[in-house]
């Protein structure tokens, strides 16, 4: 399995489609703001209805404080139900009571240290039985904090939470004598159970049903996304899984199986389909160019080789050329520099070649520049020969050669003078030249300095052959 194929194998198992994920993403986000804002609009309600429950308070408290005689608490203490007054004061805070459907307890306590101590005590049902005047109690966890200020006739905030009697507002107001001294506290506690379970059911359903608005939405857009996005992605990967990529010509069999897949969508679904088709097209044709290229560089690379060939090499004799011999030297004198060199240069210059081809041809004269090159290149074997001219030869001596070169020098010269004493011969077959040797010193820096040596041999050569021989032929 290719590396590509076992990545996609791997998302494929590790990741939802996007047509599950985009929505799940949308809807989350959708709900955590629905909520928060329902949050939100549920404690600015239940913030409402706490103030309006206290204005409320406030208003029966009031009511109630100018009920009885604040002088006379004592007394209500002392005689109670005896005292047609205090009875009197009692039935008053009923029919009070009753203008307050939503008042559970209606009461009038005098706080001292040890707790709170009853004067009126209205229950539910305005029973006797509720806590007599006079009765001490133990103030309730949420009144203990408060107790000092209770003691000292201050008003405390609103107290709201869970009680034995369920979730109650309490609003107590201080009561003064005509002296401006403490007396005691009027109270009242509503009872907000219902209208906070109310609360709650209310949140609650309203947020099971946005749930499940939101899974019809999700339905909804997995389907839509399933068949207008991930569908036809998912019907593009299934057709490049098909794609082969051995020859040029499965490339056009990869076209032909994306297009027909024929995505429709109409929007950017469509526009990447098309412009995947569009690319493939266009690396096909770029392939099928980089193809072409590819061939006309081999043949140019071909064609280069054969010239570069050709320029190296001298076309009539086979030996290196004047170009290749400009690259020797060159090479040579880099190895001058280096410090690293030791070769010996032989100089030939064959003898009456314009002679010979004004006579014989240019025929015989190619003869004869074959004929001098094959004794030069038969006697130095392990050194390269060049022909810098029309009847020019250089032997750059190197190896075996340079340790032989006096023999080999006079081996040459002997085989020449051999060729050309032959008169059974035709003429151009009577090779000769004038050979010139130079070794490399170590005070030259140049490789044209050991040629001009070997140069100079070479004409003191001719000088011996035409002092001997008269005319060179």
């Known amino acids: 399995m290719s590396n590509t194929e076992t990545t996609s194998s791997k998302l494929t198992k590790t990741r939802l489609s996007v047509s599950i994920r985009l929505p799940i993403l949308i809807i989350t986000s959708f709900l955590l703001a629905i909520i928060t804002v329902i949050v939100l609009v549920y404690f600015r309600f239940e913030k409402r209805t706490v103030q309006e429950y206290t204005d409320m308070g406030k208003s029966a408290t009031q009511l109630m404080a100018n009920t009885f005689d604040a002088d006379k608490i004592p007394l ?13 004061i009692r039935e008053d805070l009923i029919r009070l009571k009753e203008n307050y459907p939503d008042v559970m307890y209606m009461y009038i306590y005098h706080f001292v240290p040890e707790g709170g101590e009853v004067i009126f005590d209205l229950d539910s049902d305005y029973s006797l039985d509720a806590d007599p005047p006079g009765t001490l109690y133990d103030p309730d966890p949420a009144v203990v904090e408060y107790m000092d200020d209770l003691c000292a006739g201050r008003e405390i905030p609103v107290l709201t939470g869970d009680t034995d009697d369920g979730y109650m507002l309490t609003y107590m107001r201080p009561v003064f004598n005509s002296k401006g001294e403490y007396c005691c506290h009027v109270c009242v506690d509503f009872s907000m159970e219902d209208l906070h379970k109310q609360d709650i ?35 593009m990967k299934t057709a490049t899984d098909k794609f082969s990529y051995e020859k040029e010509s499965d490339q056009e069999e990869n076209i032909r199986i994306m297009e027909d897949i024929k995505i429709n969508t109409g929007d950017e679904i469509e526009v990447i389909y098309q412009l995947f088709i569009a690319f493939m097209k266009n690396n096909l044709k770029y392939m099928h160019n980089l ?68 006579v014989y ?24 020969v060049y022909r810098i001219g029309g009847d020019e030869f250089v032997a750059i001596l190197q190896g075996q050669d340079l340790e032989n070169r006096q ?43 050991v040629f001009k040596r070997a140069d100079q041999a070479m004409y003191e050569d001719k000088k011996r052959f035409k002092a001997q021989h008269g005319s060179y032929r």
């Open 76 to 88: 209500y203490l002392e005689e109670n139900f005896e005292l047609e007054e205090y009875n009197d």
């Open 201 to 235: 059911l209310f949140v609650l359903g309203l947020l099971l049903a946005l749930i499940i608005l939101m899974i019809i939405i999700a339905v909804l857009d997995i389907w839509y996304m399933r068949k207008n996005i991930t569908g036809p992605i998912d019907r």
């Open 291 to 358: 193809s072409q290229a590819e061939n006309d560089i081999k043949t140019k690379d071909a064609q280069i080789g054969q010239i570069s060939e050709e320029a190296y090499r001298d076309t009539l004799t086979g030996v290196g050329s004047k170009t290749a011999y400009t690259k020797k030297v060159k090479e040579i004198n880099e190895a001058i520099h280096g410090g690293q060199c030791d070769f010996a240069i032989v100089m030939v210059d064959m003898n009456d070649l314009k002679k010979i081809n004004d």
């Open 361 to 384: 041809g240019h025929k015989s004269g190619d003869m004869y520049i074959k004929g001098c090159c094959h004794l030069i290149c038969e006697t130095f074997k392990h050194s390269p």
């Open 407 to 449: 023999s080999l020098v006079e081996g040459l010269r002997n085989a020449l003078n051999e060729s050309y004493e032959n008169e059974d011969l035709d003429p151009w077959l009577r090779y000769s030249a004038a050979v010139g040797i130079a070794d490399f010193a170590s005070d030259d820096n140049t490789f044209e300095l």
